[in-house]
């Protein structure tokens, strides 16, 4: 008779598969059955076009070139006009939809805090972001500027995402206004909604977090985009503590990391996050939507399959209608503009 002490109980371990639960994998992964072909194009046509350095200023400058040719791609699409303006000592863009079946609304406004790894994004990056959704929302559109790294550090676009925020409640009731995000702008403004709630201010009538959100990044989707896009795994499972903008910053506090406060998360707007399949930071996006959820707040989650990492800036993509779609449907139902 076999013994039944601890080994009867021990499930075996494969080959392939160590004690950790850890498994070598090594498979050809077919592009979405569920994606456009337009994304497929853009997938195999952009997955080799990253910075050559890891220098911040040499990647501010690749992407700055980058992000220049989908701007001008996106202002050809989308009819808008770009103003520069100066908003509680803040640089910022306002984007005013021109649609000539439309004119733009006035009675509410959407804030935009732009992606770039808190290092680059400024200006063209953040039109990327900002010109569709004033198009498909009729709503103008606020890109805010905030200080990166390598020059500032944490919390220095906290302060000025809440700076331009305060600006505008002076003309907007706070129930009127909308804050969205891609990859740091996402995380940003889960920041600031715990920055605000610090500061005693009343919080946006709703947010959008595309690309990431206010966790660590870890996961399956790390280890996945490490495969796909030929990346080290140390490198893409890195934490954003240890990156320029948020090293030396406490992962316990909630001002860095909302997640680790429940109180924190229980007093978000309604919120609304996207990420791809294939995004590196889709594991952190699926588990804050949870943490939200399990605090009580109105949180909704759509999943692109096959899409990664900011794939929705590439104008061209019927997914990127889409999400803008999305966002105009979410803003104008949770800011009660319908």
């Not at 994998?25 to 994606?35: G, M």
């Not at 943490?291 to 900011?310: K, S, T």
């Amino acid at each position: 008779m076999a013994d039944q002490g601890s080994s009867a109980h021990t499930p075996a371990v494969r080959d392939g598969v160590d004690a950790d639960g850890a498994v070598d994998v090594r498979l050809d992964l077919p592009f979405s059955s569920y994606a456009s072909a337009a994304a497929r194009r853009a997938f195999t046509r952009r997955i080799g076009e990253r910075p050559a350095s890891s220098d911040p200023l040499e990647m501010r400058a690749h992407y700055t070139r980058f992000n220049d040719e989908l701007a001008a791609e996106a202002r050809k699409k989308f009819e808008v006009d770009i103003i520069d303006e100066v908003m509680g000592g803040v640089s910022v863009q306002r984007i005013v939809p021109l649609s000539p079946q439309r004119p733009a609304r006035q009675d509410a406004i959407l804030i935009n805090l732009h992606g770039g790894a808190f290092m680059w994004g400024a200006g063209s990056g953040a039109l990327v972001e900002a010109i569709p959704v004033a198009a498909a929302t009729g709503l103008q559109v606020v890109a805010v500027d905030y200080r990166m790294a390598p020059e500032h550090q944490f919390p220095a676009a906290s302060e000025d995402a809440s700076a331009v925020y305060q600006h505008l409640i002076r003309q907007h009731a706070t129930n009127r206004i909308g804050i969205y995000g891609l990859s740091a702008g996402a995380m940003l403004t889960a920041q600031t909604m715990a920055w605000l709630q610090r500061k005693g201010i009343s919080l946006p009538g709703a947010i959008a977090m595309l690309g990431a959100a206010g966790l660590d990044f870890g996961g399956d989707s790390n280890a996945l985009n490490s495969a796909v896009m030929g990346e080290p795994a140390s490198e893409a499972a890195r934490s954003i503590f240890h990156t320029p903008y948020m090293q030396g910053a406490d992962p316990n506090d909630p001002l860095a990391m909302p997640v680790c406060n429940d109180d924190v998360l229980a007093r978000f707007p309604p919120s609304l996050l996207i990420t791809g399949s294939r995004d590196f930071a889709a594991s952190s996006v699926t588990q804050f939507h949870r943490r939200l959820a399990a605090n009580g707040v109105d949180a909704r989650l759509f999943m692109f399959d096959g899409f990664w990492h900011a794939f929705h800036i590439f104008c061209e993509l019927p997914e990127s209608d889409e999400v803008s779609r999305i966002l105009a449907d979410f803003f104008v139902r949770e800011l009660k503009l319908a």
